[in-house]
């Protein structure tokens, strides 16, 4: 099944996304030790409540069903989150095969990632693309999230990719993410300045205000 999302001015057509779903035979991935992992973030961890507050003070904003993060540990390139569906919102599981909420929270720790985990985040970077999305079953009210750098990420200082497998208490893998990238908006429009020529950088920023300038019909229209 291929998707694709457009707009049209005129005749020309602007792709805004597109997508390729379909169904595979590949082998399900082994479970992942979930015990044996936690071992492995041993460079710290962060309540909910410390982690919202820092993505409020850098604009993001979310409400209940966007908090589904109870605490996450890290270590230097890689976090595991432990996730929670607010009882409220339990009965959602049957209208979503895979939650929003749940989805969205596995990755709020990135921003964190971005900044190297050495001090809250400083600036919003946004979702871009993603370049491949395994459904293997549904979301559980619990789960766990194990997020790390996709080895093409490099080193993560203006851009991030992440590689992410969404799993059950158990371990078993419901649903994997590989290449999904953000884009610091602020390093967009540093680069979008810095390609401006001389010429429209000597002219500076303009202001324009409307002016009122009366005029008898009489005038322009003689035979009114």
Not at 19 to 39: H, K, N, Q, V
Not at 40 to 67: K, P, R, V, W
Not at 129 to 152: D, N, P, Q
Not at 182 to 194: C, I, K, Y
Request: aromatic share 8%; hydrophobic share 35%.
């Amino acid at each position: 099944i291929e998707v694709g999302v457009s707009s049209r001015d005129e005749d020309q057509e602007q792709i805004h996304c597109q997508c390729r779903a379909y169904f595979c035979e590949e082998t399900r991935p082994t479970p992942i030790d979930l015990r044996g992992l936690s071992t492995e973030m041993t460079s710290g961890s962060q309540s909910a409540s410390a982690l919202y507050t820092g993505l409020s003070d850098i604009g993001l904003e979310l409400g209940e069903s966007f908090q589904c993060l109870t605490e996450f540990s890290h270590g230097k390139e890689a976090f595991l989150t432990h996730l929670h569906l607010p009882a409220g919102l339990a009965g959602d599981l049957d209208s979503y095969h895979l939650h929003p909420g749940l989805l969205d929270s596995a990755l709020h720790p990135s921003f964190n990632l971005l900044a190297g985990f050495t001090s809250a985040p400083k600036q919003l970077v946004l979702p871009f693309a993603l370049k491949s999305l395994r459904i293997l079953g549904r979301c559980t009210e619990k789960m766990f999230s194990w997020v790390r750098y996709a080895a093409a990420s490099g080193d993560g200082t203006q851009s991030l990719e992440l590689d992410m497998d969404l799993c059950d208490e158990q371990g078993n893998v419901c649903v994997q993410m590989r290449g999904f990238c953000f884009r610091d908006l602020t390093e967009e429009s540093r680069l979008t300045q810095g390609s401006a020529t001389q010429e429209d950088s000597a002219v500076g920023p303009q202001s324009f205000v409307p002016v009122w300038t009366p005029l008898r019909i009489d005038e322009e229209y003689p035979d009114n």
